[in-house]
């Protein structure tokens, strides 16, 4: 970016960024009284949501784009390859090899029952002659190690929240069961046609098994497992309830827990299924192993759950939550199977282009290959040095803005900038050939085998992270692939995480003005960087361990603070999901991100350009730096939903809805007002503003 003629920059990076805002905009719009209109009117009027997604936005454009890159990658000869490469392009053969897959149909599926003792309700006799061959816990743990599908009970190996520096045993409520409890106790819709995708494919795999045909049979055991998921996803506390991380973190010895939440099943101790997880990665446990409950009335409730149901019902539950997830690696008539589903949960009609979902599926599970391979293809070094800077100058805005606030003492401000300064690590996700190479070491693929290679990942998956327990942390691991279009931050290692694949534009470019770089990037950066002190964030101390060093009188305001955010976010109703209001309290965390982020930047961008100087202006917009800083921040959320998909991520989604980003944050900041001229009073600009960071 440089070059100018006269006061207007008419370089090409200049005009694209240019027409970009122009295009998105609805300058008809009045800014102060709905500025997402005005910043991305533009953008919703052009654009119709594709049948193949349930939400559609600038961010899911970027991570289309992405994935083309990654399929010219993918489909590039592999020739002198390092063998990562290599092994993810196999991979990739293995996933659109269609019609070895529709040869192959359901018989890999067939193999994987047998493994893990049938499914009752695809059958013959399941009660007399497997009832009682496999011990539940066995099951468990063969489904958590080898198919590294955690059922009834999310047991995991992860960073202990109290120690960073060392691993630790979880045993927590699964996420997917939380899932479900919105989806399936929130519509009649979802949940009928949850019921009946269940059946269908019940019914498809006993034909295939050559069983004679018992509709009502499979209906009943169908609807049984149904009515045991209902009872599991009702003893899941409500998200909204579960959101202090201090108060659920429960530590106990195995021995303790076995005590404690002892299952009435026959022969089902915690302590044998933790031992026969951990000794598929050759680790032993003993009963004095410590482990972290998260959830505890969860698995309290869980007791009386399991005595309810049949010992074939509660197989068929485990089974069918195997099947779910592998239905989308079977043939064509099993991805028909879902369809109404699909179109209940998501609004979705169509499913995405083979070579899609290949890509995502290759990208999120050999991430450091597919990252490194992406890093080669696009990524050019010198921006590298560029987001350095920014990350610097908004780092230091933080802990400038810690003078202004009157609801924090002194001595937490102190270790608050100690924990931004001195401690907050940074992570490209570029490339890094050692963790490359160690991840894929022990993997192998077959281009003819789809269905087993996604076995493979699944076996290699979870016996990474089981195999973690008896090995320090390593920081310098990462957590995430470099094609990616997003950001993160890990209380736990109190750690930004910057992948290549967010570094374009509208978030970066050298070659556009620096005020769309700090309304774009920059925002992202102040975003993460205030996840260290959101409400989750904040319970954790500069070396990432789960630790109080809030005074009494700064924790009380915090919560203060963070109560106006809850009524503001709260008060949003959101008419696309049936009327439904935000969720203040589920989305608390990324809001006080969000309004952090945009202040934060905004004064870096300040401070910027009190030392450089002026910018050009941009060709056709007569619009000043200042106010283009808060447009492209804006245009970031640019984007729709389908109703279907609105229902279901008000109650899911930790995010507010992307209009809801953009009007909470700016309504709470003078400094957007001022560089609008909005009166006070104003949507825009209400009276009542709210302010963490
Ligand atoms: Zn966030």
């Known amino acids: 970016y440089g070059t100018n003629s006269g006061n207007i920059c008419t370089t090409p990076g200049c005009v694209t960024a240019a027409a970009r805002i122009i295009q998105n905009m609805d300058t008809t719009a009045d800014p102060c009284k709905d500025f997402y209109q005005y910043a991305c009117g533009g953008w919703l009027n052009r654009h119709v949501i594709p049948e193949t997604s349930s939400r559609y936005s600038i961010f899911d454009i970027l991570r289309d784009e992405l994935e083309i890159i990654l399929k010219g990658v993918l489909e590039s000869s592999d020739q002198g390859d390092r063998e990562a490469f290599q092994k993810a392009k196999i991979l990739y053969k293995s996933c659109m090899n269609e019609s070895l897959i529709e040869q192959r149909d359901s018989l890999p599926l067939l193999e ?25 816990r066995e099951k468990l743990s063969i489904m958590n190690s080898r198919f590294n599908k955690r059922v009834l009970i999310d047991m995991f190996v992860w960073n202990d929240d109290r120690d960073s520096s060392r691993h630790i045993i979880y045993m927590t409520v699964n996420l997917f069961i939380r899932t479900l409890r919105t989806h399936t106790i929130s519509s009649v819709q979802v949940r009928e046609a949850y019921l009946q995708f269940m059946i269908t494919i019940a019914k498809m795999i006993r034909e295939d ?35 202090d991380a201090t108060l659920l973190y429960n530590k106990m010895t195995l021995k303790e827990l076995q005590e404690k939440f002892a299952l009435n099943v026959s022969e089902f101790n915690w302590t044998f299924f933790i ?43 485990l089974i069918w939550r195997l099947v779910i997830d592998r239905v989308s690696s079977l043939s064509r008539r099993f991805k028909d199977a879902r369809a109404s589903y699909r179109k209940a949960l998501y609004g979705t009609t169509l499913e995405e282009a083979r070579w899609r979902e290949c890509v995502s599926y290759v990208n999120n599970n050999m991430e450091n290959a597919v990252g490194a391979m992406y890093v080669r293809e696009t990524f050019a070094g010198e921006s590298k040095r560029m987001v350095q800077d920014l990350i610097d100058k908004i780092r230091e805005v933080f802990i400038e803005t810690l003078d202004e606030l009157q609801w924090m003492d002194e001595a937490s401000k102190a270790k608050a ?29 077959s281009e003819h085998n789809y269905f087993e ?241």
């Open 417 to 445: 900038r100690e924990k931004v300064r001195d401690n907050m690590k940074l992570q490209y996700s570029f490339m890094n050939m050692k963790s490359l190479e160690y991840c894929s070491i022990t993997l192998n693929f």
């Open 275 to 317: 031992q026969g997880v951990m000794s598929s990665v050759s680790v032993q446990v003993d009963p004095e192993e410590e482990v972290v409950v998260y959830g505890m009335p969860y698995l309290q409730e869980l007791k009386a759950i399991i005595s309810k149901y049949s010992a074939s019902t509660i197989q068929n539950y």
């Open 453 to 693: 290679n996604i076995l493979e990942n699944l076996r290699a998956g979870a016996q990474k992270s089981l195999k973690k327990l008896r090995e320090r942390v390593d920081q310098d691991i990462w957590i995430i692939g470099a094609a990616v279009v997003n950001a993160f931050y890990s209380p736990n290692r109190n750690q930004i995480v910057f992948p290549a694949g967010i570094l374009q534009p509208p978030f970066f470019s050298k070659h556009q003005p620096q005020a769309l770089n700090f309304g774009g990037i920059g925002m992202v950066i102040g975003h993460e960087i205030t996840h260290g002190f959101d409400d989750n964030g904040r319970n954790f101390d500069k070396d990432g361990n789960m630790f109080d060093w809030w005074s009494n009188f700064s924790a009380m305001h915090f919560k203060e603070q963070s109560r106006c955010m809850v009524h503001q976010y709260g008060n949003y109703t959101w008419e696309l999901a049936g009327g439904q209001n935000v969720s203040g309290i589920s989305t608390l965390g990324e809001n006080i991100a969000d309004n952090g982020g945009v202040r934060q930047a905004y004064k870096a961008y300040l401070k910027w350009l009190e030392q450089e100087g002026k910018e050009p202006k941009l060709p056709g917009l007569n619009l000043s730096h200042k106010q283009l800083f808060f447009l492209n921040f804006a245009q970031v959320w640019c984007g729709s939903y389908r109703p279907e998909y609105a229902s279901q991520s008000i109650k899911t989604d930790v995010h507010s809805p992307l209009k809801y980003r953009v009007m909470g944050s700016l309504q709470n900041f003078e400094a957007f007002s001022e560089v609008f001229h909005c009166k006070k009073g104003t949507a825009m600009h209400p009276a009542d503003k709210c302010r963490v960071w």
């Open 112 to 136: 994987v029952l047998t493994m893990v003792g049938d499914w009752p309700v695809a059958s013959a006799d399941w009660n007399s002659t497997k009832g009682n061959t496999v011990a539940e």
């Open 209 to 243: 098994m050559n069983i004679s045909k018992d509709d009502l049979f499979v209906q009943e055991e169908m609807a049984k497992v149904m009515e045991l998921e209902t009872d599991i996803a009702n003893a899941t506390t409500p998200a909204e309830e579960r959101h």
